[in-house]
C-alpha cells in the first residue's frame, strides 16, 4: 500500500491549468495546421533567427556561470538550453528541406544540435535525482526512490524565526543574573 499524500490547492490549480492548456492546444494546433499557407515569406527571417541564437547563447553563458559557481539552478537552467537547442534542430531542418544547403542543416541537426540538448536532459535529470536523493536521505531513514517520477512534490513548512520564540522570553532572564 503506498502513502498518496491529497493535494493542495496550488497543486489542483496547477494541474488544471496544464490540463486546461494542453486541451485548449489540440484544437488551437488542428486549426493551424490545416489554415496555414503552404509557403510564406517572413519580413523579419533575420531578426528571427538571430534573437534565437542570441537567446540561446545567453542561456548557455547563464548555465556556465551556474556551473562555475555551483548553483542549484543549473538543473533548470540546462533543461532550458536543452529544449532551445532542440527547437533550433526542429526549425533549422523543417525550413531547409528542398534547399541546397540542407545535407549542412541535418549535420549540425543531428551531429550536434539534438545529441547536446538529449545530452542536457540527461545531466539535468542526473542533478535532480541526486539533489532528491540527498534530501530525501537528510529527511528518512527509507531508501530513495530509483526513478524520478516516484518522487513527490516536497512541501516544507516554515518554522517561525528563532527572533519569535525570543519574544517572549524576558530579557532580564538571559543576563547571566540569577
Keep these: ?11 489542483q490549480l496547477t ?11 489540440i484544437p488551437w494546433t488542428i486549426y493551424v495546421g490545416l489554415t496555414l499557407p ?5 519580413r523579419h527571417w533575420g531578426v528571427l533567427w538571430t ?28 533543461i532550458v538550453a536543452a529544449t532551445l537547442l532542440i527547437c533550433d534542430a526542429w526549425f533549422d531542418m523543417v525550413t531547409s528541406f528542398g534547399n541546397r544547403d540542407d545535407w549542412l542543416t ?6 550536434g544540435e539534438l545529441p547536446l540538448g538529449i545530452y542536457l536532459y540527461w545531466l539535468s535529470h542526473r542533478m535532480i535525482m541526486n539533489t532528491l536523493t540527498a534530501l530525501h536521505h537528510e529527511t528518512s531513514d527509507l531508501a530513495p526512490p530509483q526513478r ?21 522570553v524576558d530579557p532580564s532572564a538571559s543576563s547571566g543574573q540569577e
Design 106 to 111: 541535418l549535420l549540425t541537426g543531428f551531429g
Design 38 to 42: 503552404p509557403k510564406y515569406s517572413a
Design 15 to 25: 494541474s488544471l491549468f496544464f490540463l486546461c492548456a494542453a486541451v485548449f492546444l
Design 51 to 78: 534573437g534565437f541564437d542570441v537567446a540561446l547563447i545567453a542561456v548557455m553563458l547563464l548555465a556556465a556561470w551556474a556551473a562555475r559557481y555551483r548553483r542549484q539552478i543549473l538543473a533548470v537552467i540546462i
Design 148 to 168: 524520478l517520477r516516484d518522487f513527490t512534490i516536497v512541501e516544507r513548512a516554515i518554522e517561525p524565526f528563532a527572533r519569535d520564540h525570543d519574544a517572549n
Design 1 to 11: 500500500m503506498r502513502f498518496r499524500p491529497t493535494l493542495s490547492r496550488r497543486a
